[in-house]
């Protein structure tokens, strides 16, 4: 059985031309929110046709792509390579572009913990421990993430079913228990570099995903 949610609507919706560093460019059409459960000001992005694809999931085709992107700071901003976000944020808006879809930008910076947080969770790596085990060191769970507002920006948007962008199937149970009907999960790529390449290791790990890593160049 689903969790019933209240309801939240669309606030504002404005057309954003985005670019990358790489050049790489699109434009999304970009809602806000009101109603949101944890009163944080979430983004949804709607990229390439994304009417079109809620329209031909209505007529029994397949469902707009989707990926629930936590806010990265250091990563989605900066380009840190402690982390791969930034690469998968860069993945994800140019692979929903092409299918239509959207990208939800979620503001829960260190999977829920905060930006100040995450950053001592990173002293805490530099002295041994793993991404997980750091977030617990500081008192937190391992990952504190939570989906409503994303299944209630989902509903708001008219999109009850969505093909899951996420190499994390934890994002698909939480989805589901929601209300928001996945029909297929689709992993991003895996971005290792000898900088990450412990941080990915702990997610394989931990949180059940992307089991295979390359060899680090």
Not at 135 to 143: F, W
Request: charged share 20%; proline share 6%.
């Amino acid at each position: 059985m689903s969790e019933a949610l209240p309801v939240a609507t669309i606030r504002t919706q404005v057309t954003v031309p985005l670019r990358f560093p790489d050049g790489y460019a699109t434009s999304a059409r970009v809602f806000t929110f009101k109603g949101l459960v944890d009163g944080r000001e979430h983004l949804a992005f709607g990229l390439g046709d994304w009417a079109g694809a809620l329209d031909r999931y209505a007529d029994g085709g397949p469902a707009p792509l989707v990926r629930p992107h936590s806010e990265c700071l250091t990563g989605d901003v900066f380009g840190s390579q402690r982390c791969d976000c930034g690469p998968q944020l860069r993945e994800a808006v140019e692979r929903i572009a092409e299918a239509g879809g959207f990208l939800l930008y979620l503001r829960q910076e260190g999977r829920g913990i905060g930006l100040y947080a995450k950053l001592d969770a990173y002293a805490l790596q530099d002295a041994g421990l793993d991404t997980y085990e750091a977030n617990v060191a500081l008192g937190h769970g391992e990952d504190e993430r939570d989906y409503s507002a994303a299944a209630q920006m989902l509903a708001a948007l008219g999109v009850p079913g969505i093909v899951l962008l996420s190499s994390n199937p934890e994002k698909a149970t939480g989805l589901d228990r929601l209300g928001v009907t996945v029909t297929e999960r689709v992993p991003t790529g895996v971005y290792l570099s000898p900088v990450n390449a412990e941080y990915l290791a702990a997610k394989a790990s931990r949180a059940a995903r992307t089991p295979d890593l390359p060899a680090v160049r």
